[in-house]
């Protein structure tokens, strides 16, 4: 028998207007960087989102992969006039042009081709092609109740399978090399995502399905790699969650979101990796 969770059948605006009555992944990050940025950015509103430029080429390159047959009804090439000479959008032509389509994914020629360069070196991959083209759900919201705060969760999977959870990353280094994408995982928190949405899908079908991260190099010959992370890396996520959880349901009943560090001095000890790079360069 499953537990909380549930399919939301919401559009994207509805998802995301969500964060006063439910936490996502990424406003959990938010918190755990700064209790009062999250207050801002998602209860009162008060900070707006990140700028929506900073997130399209992303967004394409989802449409691309996930949604292939709506990708021209959403995404809109920009016509080169109206960019600055150097390719900006800083012209009043293209605020202009922006304005009449406030509700499409704004790229560049060269930023379409780019994806679906992309796309093409993807599909080669046979275990990529699976995961992105097998029987399953696409973009698919799920809600649950976090069992220990009584907090309600959300999270959105790129593609949910009867055997894994997929997440699509795009990613500017080469994803073959896996040390420089072991220190991207960890500095950007994917195992705390991983963590997250296992334990999302978890409570929707009562199975503990495998988070698989399809990586995609965005640049030639656009290389790729497909990775799980170790049940030690997921369990270490699902503890930082835990005491995040836990700590913005207390901020939320005590109505209090200012820092632990607030009206302190604190002192910082050198970091651990600063004295192996000391000794590295010694040697």
Known sequence: MAGTGYIWDVSDDEY??????????????????DPDL????????????????????????HA?????????SLVVEIPEEVLAKNGAKSTKAYREFADEHPSKMLLKEKEILQIKA???????D?????????????????????SITGLTCRCKTDRLLGRATVDLKTYSGNPRDMWAVARHIESMGYH??????????????DEV??????FIGKEPPYPTATITLSQDWIDAGREKNRSSLNSLSESRKLKNFLPSTH????????????AFRDEWELN
């Open 38 to 61: 999250y207050y801002q950015r998602h209860i009162t509103k008060s900070i707006p989102p990140l700028k929506k430029d900073n997130l399209t080429f992303g967004s394409g390159t």
């Open 118 to 124: 992309m796309g093409r070196a993807a599909m080669n």
């Open 64 to 72: 691309w992969f996930l949604i292939p047959e709506m990708f021209d």
């Open 16 to 33: 995301f207007a969500d964060a006063g009555n439910s936490v996502s992944n990424s406003e959990l990050k938010d918190y755990r960087t």
């Open 192 to 205: 705390n995502q991983a963590a997250f949405y296992q334990d999302g899908v978890t409570e929707f079908t």
């Open 263 to 274: 009206g302190q001095i604190v002192c910082l000890e050198r970091p651990g990796f600063a």
């Open 209 to 214: 399905r495998p988070f698989v991260f399809i």
């Open 126 to 146: 046979p275990t990529i092609a699976s995961l992105l083209t097998d029987d399953g759900i696409t973009e698919q919201p799920i809600k649950w109740v976090d």
